[in-house]
């Protein structure tokens, strides 16, 4: 039987994403696929999607690629990436990817204060998609018809119980 000690440092460690969904990033939106990114997104000088971030949220990866941290804030889904963007990979004509992100948010059960008895709404609050959906005060769930991935609920977790899995962004042009 784990000690109370113990239980309560489960809290501290956040999750961690499985090996391979590791090598896929959260991309901006308004973003075609991954196969853009990954073409015309390294020779890109201007870099101008980090710079237009008002959320700080954008950030260059190894490869020169953009994607998104949630560590501080989440996504406003403003357009200002798409602006500009001067590749045209963000782009606001990408309809199909302008309201959510590639990637799919859970709740840890084990990492959750609320899931434990205690009263915490803290990844509700932020949440402008009403997507957190809980059982009476305790039991917190993500609707994944509603989440767009915009990320504040992870940034404001304070025992970092969320945590996402990353998919493919794909085009029909691909």
Same mark, same amino acid.
């Given at each position: 039987?784990?000690? !109370? !000690?113990?239980? +309560?440092?489960?809290?501290? =460690?956040?999750?961690?994403?499985?090996?391979?969904?590791?090598?896929?990033?959260? !991309?901006?939106?308004?973003? $075609?696929?991954? *196969?853009?990114?990954?073409?015309?997104?390294?020779?890109?000088?201007? $870099?101008? &999607?980090?710079?237009?971030?008002?959320? $700080?949220?954008? +950030?260059?990866? @190894?490869?020169?690629?953009?994607?998104?941290? +949630?560590?501080?804030?989440?996504?406003? +889904?403003?357009?200002?990436?798409?602006?500009?963007?001067?590749?045209?990979?963000?782009?606001?004509?990408?309809?199909?990817?302008?309201?959510?992100?590639?990637?799919?948010? =859970?709740? *840890?059960?084990?990492?959750?204060?609320? %899931? %434990?008895?205690?009263? &915490? %709404?803290? &990844?509700?609050?932020?949440?402008? @998609?009403?997507?957190?959906?809980?059982?009476?005060?305790?039991?917190?769930?993500? @609707?994944?018809?509603?989440?767009?991935? &915009?990320?504040?609920?992870? *940034?404001?977790?304070?025992?970092?119980?969320?945590?996402?899995?990353?998919?493919?962004?794909?085009?029909?042009? @691909?």
């Amino acid at each position: 039987m784990a000690s !109370r !000690r113990d239980f +309560f440092k489960s809290f501290t =460690k956040p999750l961690t994403l499985a090996k391979e969904e590791s090598l896929l990033l959260v !991309r901006p939106p308004y973003g $075609k696929s991954e *196969s853009f990114f990954q073409s015309e997104c390294p020779s890109c000088e201007s $870099k101008a &999607c980090v710079a237009s971030c008002d959320e $700080k949220i954008i +950030f260059i990866a @190894d490869d020169g690629t953009p994607t998104l941290t +949630f560590k501080q804030n989440g996504c406003t +889904f403003c357009d200002a990436c798409a602006d500009a963007c001067t590749e045209g990979i963000l782009s606001l004509n990408n309809v199909e990817t302008s309201t959510w992100l590639n990637a799919i948010f =859970k709740i *840890s059960l084990e990492a959750c204060v609320a %899931h %434990h008895g205690v009263i &915490c %709404h803290a &990844c509700k609050e932020p949440c402008i @998609d009403d997507a957190i959906l809980f059982n009476g005060m305790f039991n917190p769930v993500i @609707d994944d018809e509603k989440c767009t991935a &915009c990320g504040f609920c992870m *940034s404001r977790c304070p025992t970092q119980a969320i945590g996402y899995t990353v998919y493919e962004l794909k085009n029909e042009e @691909d």
